[in-house]
């Protein structure tokens, strides 16, 4: 075996595959250029682009209602709001996530209750949420997070149980599906994201998609004033409020959404791609000693795909830390990373009292989170390590130089942790 490429070898991996996200096609540029030369770069209602672009997640999801948004984040703000949170409610949320899914909460006037993590996925773990329910619950939600969905089987049994609400945030998950129904179709409401690393990308944009009339009428107030919600709401409550709506803009760009109707209408495409690299990942790692592919729980019909996440045992490497295997895989090539986002419970917002909000209130009763407090979140941000998903398929090349880097770091273990004490002595 060749000396390892930290120690000055020659890496395993010569030529990076390609990286550039997303795949704009010819079609795809075509379609923005019309819509900009016609001049459809703004709307009132629901038309042209935006409309399309609706039309395609309401068909795939078998929904009667999708609200195109600016954001994934302006998505997850107007799905709490379409539920119809109140000052004093709480909501059951996953402590490792991104912050968009916890913050409109509180933009909202409610209370986010931090959820500890699923020890394999770092998704929200239904039975840790059990002691966290209280009179004042009244919602959950979850994050289908890089790609693998939450068991909304068992997401839902227990939301029935407590009588709460579930909002779905599938913005790293698009297409994945659970039990064989697709993220996004179970929950009360849903909200993506079509930031431009997502596998439907608009370069910035959202959607919110619901079978709740109400929902999606209060959705529309928040976001969407004027023409389309004077079109467009009947409920007899909301019906005066209707042409002067909520106050905020929250409408998608329609060349944003151009650009993201040849994403979805290639989405499948896009999740074959990245199943076949995850399927490649899974044998390197199952050959090389001391590793294990990344976790996919039995209701799993169809992973998500937005990234390949195995967890990274050091007693299985004979202590050797976490941090040294991933520089020695970035030497050989291997474009290794680890997650660099802390549980939102150890952020300064989750455990101080002082928070710097004076424009909405902020309960002064909330629970403050200390380090240790929601503990298999922790050791999930300590174990999980990532291999990127790649675009398209990867050559076989580029996986054969993956493959060798793992056997030569693996034969080279021994020396990596003698460099490793002699260092730290």
């Keep these: 075996m060749s000396e390892l490429a930290i120690f000055g070898g020659e890496p395993t991996v010569r030529e990076p595959a390609r990286t550039v996200w997303p795949v704009v096609s010819e079609a795809d540029v075509a379609r923005v250029a019309d819509a900009a030369r016609r001049g459809e770069i703004s709307y009132d209602a629901s038309e042209g682009m935006v409309a399309e672009l609706e039309g395609l997640f309401e068909t795939r999801l078998d929904r009667p209602y999708a609200l195109a948004t600016s954001s994934g984040t302006a998505a997850l703000h107007s799905a709490f709001f379409g539920i119809g949170l109140a000052p004093g409610d709480e909501v059951l949320a996953p402590t490792y996530t991104y912050l968009a899914t916890v913050m409109p909460i509180v933009a909202c006037n409610a209370t986010p209750v931090l959820v500890d993590a699923e020890p394999d996925t770092g998704n929200i773990d239904i039975d840790d949420a059990e002691r966290h329910v209280t009179s004042r619950t009244r919602a959950m939600v979850v994050t289908h997070l890089s790609g693998h969905p939450v068991d909304m089987e ?46 439907v990308a608009a370069g910035e944009g959202g959607m919110l998609v619901t079978s709740d009339t109400t929902v999606y009428e209060r959705a529309v107030m928040l976001g969407h004033f004027a023409a389309r919600s004077e079109t467009e709401v009947s409920t007899p409550d909301l019906v005066p409020f209707a042409k002067l709506g909520y106050g905020l803009n929250y409408r998608m760009h329609p060349l944003g959404a151009a650009l993201a109707i040849g994403q979805m209408e290639r989405l499948d495409q896009y999740l074959e791609w990245r199943a076949d690299n ?44 976490r941090s040294v295997f991933i520089d020695a895989l970035r030497a050989e090539g291997v474009p290794a990373t680890v997650p660099t986002s802390l549980p939102l419970h150890r952020e300064p917002f989750f455990s101080r009292a002082e928070t710097g ?16 407090d929601l503990p298999r979140s922790e050791e999930y941000v300590r174990s999980a390590w990532r291999l990127p998903a790649y675009p398209q398929p990867l050559s076989t090349r580029m996986l054969t130089g993956m493959a060798e880097a793992f056997r030569k770091i693996a034969a080279g273990a021994e020396r990596l942790r003698r460099h490793t004490r002699a260092a730290a002595a």
Excluded: M, N
Aim: some cysteine; aromatic content about 10%; overall charge positive.
């Design 278 to 321: 995850f399927r490649a990942y899974d044998q390197i790692l199952r050959d090389t000693p001391g590793l294990a592919p990344a976790p996919r729980q039995d209701h799993v019909s169809r992973h998500g795909g937005y990234s390949y996440q195995p967890l990274y045992d050091p007693a299985q490497w004979g202590g050797l830390p």
């Design 154 to 199: 068992r997401a839902l049994r227990f939301a029935r149980r407590h009588g709460l609400k579930v909002v779905e945030d599938c913005s790293q998950a698009h297409g994945a599906a659970t039990s064989g129904a697709e993220v996004g179709t179970r929950g009360d409401v849903a909200a993506f994201s079509l930031q431009g690393r997502k596998l």
């Design 357 to 372: 909000i004076t424009t909405y209130p902020v309960d002064p009763d909330r629970r403050l989170y200390r380090a240790g």
